[in-house]
Structures are given as structure tokens and as C-alpha cells.
């Protein structure tokens, strides 16, 4: 099974930017969509953004226009996040979904936190 670690969560005013990463142990290609899903405290975990083998994407409307999923041909994807408002404090996670399987596998999650 496919193995995701997420990095390039920290600290941020409102109004900044961070950029996200997900490393897979294999190349994800046409084999996986991916996504990333953010859980803020006491909430539900929510889909952000994702992006399919052919490139095709879908965002979340409380992010359009501000965030930008993409991915390279080998094993990374990444979530550029600009216009950061306090409300998108959260833990933020990778997510691939089979292509073929459906099966979900997820990152650890890297925290986001942004200050007014």
C-alpha cells in the first residue's frame, strides 16, 4: 500500500502563504487521485482539493481562488495556499484514492495554523 508524508505546515499570519507537500513511497501517476482533506478542532474532517491522474481538479468553494493543488509526474503533490485566513487553521492531510480500488490511504497530517 502506498505510504504519504506531508510536509510545509507551520505558522502564519492572515494574508500569507505556505506551500504543502505529500512524498509518496510510489509513483501515483494514473493509479491514484489525490487530495488533500483538512480537520480543524472539533470539526469533520473536509475535502480541500484534488487533483486526478489526468490533471483535472476540483477545490472546495471556502478555498477557490487561493489554493492550488498539483502534482509532478513522479511521487509528489503539493497545495499552494495563498490569502490565508485564520479560518483555514487546521491539520491538513494527503489522501490518495485508488483509481481502480477506491481504497483511501492518508498521510499523518501537518498542522496549519493561521494568526489574525
Known amino acids: 500500500q502506498v505510504q504519504l508524508v506531508e510536509s510545509g505546515g507551520g505558522l502564519v499570519q492572515a494574508g500569507g502563504s505556505l506551500r504543502l507537500s505529500c512524498t509518496a513511497s510510489?509513483?501515483?501517476?494514473?493509479?491514484?487521485?489525490m487530495a488533500w482533506f483538512r480537520q480543524a478542532p472539533g470539526k469533520q474532517r473536509e475535502s480541500v482539493a484534488l487533483?486526478?491522474?489526468?490533471?483535472?481538479t476540483n477545490y472546495a468553494d471556502a478555498v477557490k481562488g487561493r489554493f492550488t493543488i498539483s502534482r509532478d509526474n513522479a511521487k509528489n503533490t503539493y497545495l499552494q495556499m495563498n490569502n490565508l485566513k485564520p479560518e483555514d487553521t487546521a491539520v491538513y492531510y494527503c489522501?490518495?484514492?485508488?483509481?481502480?480500488?477506491?481504497?483511501?490511504?492518508w498521510g499523518q497530517g501537518t498542522q496549519v495554523t493561521v494568526s489574525s
Open positions: 489522501a490518495a484514492r485508488g483509481t481502480i480500488s477506491g481504497i483511501m490511504y
Open positions: 510510489e509513483r501515483t501517476g494514473n493509479t491514484y487521485t
Open positions: 487533483i486526478t491522474g489526468g490533471g483535472s
